[in-house]
């Protein structure tokens, strides 16, 4: 992805991605809801983004999710998320992805801590239990190496 915030930059050319995001929204919501366990929300919430690029999607990914944790939390314990929940956003991509960018441009007022996980997500790239939600929008659909089976009429490509 073209690095910055220039005219042909991934921050300024990313609005179709985007959309999923918002499409996606309300149905995320209703999985969290639904699904997470009150007993995992505690006073530590880890969110992952792999394939998180300069931005801005990112922002809006684990935004949606950190809501749709908080809206949990405050709704069955009736406490006020703020006080009780530290969020850190763990935002994954390649080497050559600019943190930089993405780091400069995180949005003001933001309610959680950030930090920057390099490498490919097709490797390990954290340690075991280290995240409550991952968030992969528009990313996974990229290959790091051609499959085999396109290469090797022997193998299957399943
Ligand atoms: C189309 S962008 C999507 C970015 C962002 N998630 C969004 O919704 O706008 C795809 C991103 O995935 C990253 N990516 C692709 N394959 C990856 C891999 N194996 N490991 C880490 N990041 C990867 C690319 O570098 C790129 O930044």
Do not use: W
């Not at 684990?62 to 944790?69: E, G």
């Not at 006020?80 to 995180?106: G, K, M």
């Amino acid at each position: 992805m073209v690095g910055g915030e220039g005219p042909e930059s991934y921050n300024q050319n990313s609005s179709y991605q985007r959309a999923l995001l918002e499409a996606a929204k309300e149905k995320m919501s209703e999985a969290i809801s639904a699904k997470l366990s009150l007993d995992l929300i505690s006073d530590r919430f880890n969110v992952a983004d792999f394939g998180c690029a300069s931005g801005p999607n990112t922002f809006v990914a684990v935004q949606n999710i950190i809501d749709a944790v908080e809206d949990k939390y405050r709704k069955e314990t009736g406490q006020n998320p703020a006080e009780n929940i530290e969020f850190q956003v763990l935002f994954n991509d390649f080497t050559t992805n600019d943190f930089n960018t993405l780091f400069q441009s995180r949005p003001a007022g933001r309610r959680y801590y950030s930090a920057g996980v390099p490498g490919s997500f097709f490797e390990r790239v954290l340690p075991k239990e280290s995240f409550h939600i991952g968030v992969i929008n528009y990313a996974f659909h990229f290959t790091s190496k051609i499959p085999k089976g396109i290469t090797d009429r022997r193998d299957s490509p399943l």
